[in-house]
T-cell receptor, first 112, second 116 residues
Framework: KAGVTQTPRYLIKTRGQQVTLSCSPI?????VSWYQQTPGQGLQFLFE???????NKGNFPGRFSGRQFSNSRSEMNVSTLELGDSALYLC???????????FGEGSRLTVL | AQTVTQSQPEMSVQEAETVTLSCTYD???????LFWYKQPPSRQMILVIR??????QNATENRFSVNFQKAAKSFSLKISDSQLGDAAMYFC?????????????FGTGTRLTIIP
């Protein structure tokens, strides 16, 4: 069974640009969540989707958005990039609220 | 809101020895899930062990076991017979079972070094 797949693995953007990250969950998993990992702030929850509906959102500005498609694949978008958005963005999928989260390898975003 | 605290930023252990990583959490919920995740330098987060709060028995997975003290809100991870491949960042995490609030709340992590 394939794991959680995130693309792209690495990307470099400049301030003011926008970026879209993609996540394909494990087959059969309908819940997808996103986390931002930085050395200073650690792992912070961005948002969670279940059956195309955002069920929970972390404390991030509106520049951070996401969506989930009918096949459970998810995308997150960051607009008007700032230097502080440089981070490892992790996607995780699970069967539901009682299941453990399975993580992808992450997308490393560098903002110059 | 729930919080998770890992008070040991770094730990080291001799190969084949035993090490315990500490984690405490704060919550007003009576039912929840606790996890230990491992993040090696390759950075993919891997689940090490999970514990359901309603279970009194401590979870065990091969060389990994936990000491879950619900009243004290403590959830430590014991690694026995440490191996070089155990070197990684270890994160303790809390998850609520309540609909719409299933996010993971992570601690700040403990970097574990294995000394050959």
């Amino acid at each position: 069974k394939a794991g959680v797949t995130q693309t792209p693995r690495y990307l470099i953007k400049t301030r003011g640009q926008q970026v879209t990250l993609s996540c394909s969950p494990i087959s059969g998993h309908r819940s997808v969540s996103w986390y931002q990992q930085t050395p200073g702030q650690g792992l912070q929850f961005l948002f969670e989707y279940f059956s195309e509906t955002q069920r929970n959102k972390g404390n991030f500005p509106g520049r951070f958005s996401g969506r989930q498609f009918s096949n459970s694949r998810s995308e997150m978008n960051v607009s008007t990039l700032e230097l502080g958005d440089s981070a490892l963005y992790l996607c995780a999928s699970s069967l539901g609220p009682t299941g453990e989260l399975f993580f992808g390898e992450g997308s490393r975003l560098t903002v110059l | 809101a729930q919080t998770v605290t890992q008070s040991q930023p770094e730990m080291s252990v001799q190969e084949a020895e035993t090490v315990t990583l500490s984690c405490t959490y704060d919550t007003s919920e009576s039912d929840y899930y606790l996890f230990w995740y491992k993040q090696p330098p390759s950075r993919q987060m891997i689940l090490v062990i999970r514990q359901e709060a309603y279970k009194q028995q401590n979870a065990t997975e091969n060389r990994f076991s936990v000491n879950f003290q619900k009243a004290a809100k403590s959830f430590s991870l014991k690694i026995s017979d440490s191996q070089l491949g155990d070197a990684a960042m270890y994160f303790c995490a809390y998850r609520s079972p309540n609909f719409g609030n299933e996010k993971l709340t992570f601690g700040t992590g403990t970097r574990l070094t294995i000394i050959p």
